[in-house]
């Protein structure tokens, strides 16, 4: 039986030398880098410049209108001074509507562009103003506006034929927000 001992504790001890050795063996590595991976996104901004308008330049400010009464013409450049080419689309925000007046002013929306001596007028919206109210009415100005270009946006105001009695001596005020979107890829 020592026989038998000798053998399973050499048998025993091969095995633990065969795991401890193949365990504990040495391997290589080695590793590379691309360095400088980076990714910019797009500037998309307006901004708003009256220099460049021939005639008044907005906002709107008319008193004492009566139905059918209509205001000057104002106007006022849209810049696109973002980094991308982008899509301008506009919309009111109604800041002060006693008596519901706001409901009853209709706005002529007209771009304009000077070229040969030229103005040619391209219109982008005409109807009331009530249509353009909040983002979810939002009216392309433009489709393309390229980087560091403007769009000359004019507009008329009118008091609706059929305003009633009750919007008399009322003032509506509005905000236009001009919402620039980058175009697609």
Not at 50 to 61: A, E, L, R, Y
Not at 62 to 90: H, I, R, Y
Not at 99 to 123: A, D, E, S
């Amino acid at each position: 039986m020592d026989l038998k001992r000798i053998a399973m504790a050499g048998a025993t001890i091969t095995g633990t030398l065969a795991l401890v050795a193949g365990v504990t063996f040495a391997v290589f590595t080695d590793t590379a880098e691309i360095p400088g991976n980076t990714v910019g996104t797009a500037d998309v901004e307006l901004s708003i410049d009256n220099d460049d308008v021939v005639g008044p330049s907005k906002p709107i400010t008319a008193s004492n209108l009566v139905p059918g009464q209509q205001t000057a013409e104002e106007g006022a450049g849209v810049v696109n001074t973002g980094t991308v080419p982008v899509k301008v689309s506009m919309y009111v925000r109604y800041d002060s509507n006693p008596n519901g007046v706001c409901n009853w002013i209709n706005l002529t929306n007209v771009r304009r562009f000077g070229f040969g001596g030229f103005n040619v007028p391209l219109p982008t919206f005409n109807g009331p103003l009530s249509n353009l109210k909040g983002p979810s009415n939002a009216k392309e100005v433009i489709a393309s506006l390229p980087t560091n270009h403007q769009v000359r946006v004019y507009q008329t105001a009118q008091l609706d034929v059929n305003a009633p009695n009750s919007v008399q001596a009322s003032t509506c005020e509005w905000t236009e927000v001009f919402v620039a979107e980058n175009l697609a890829p």
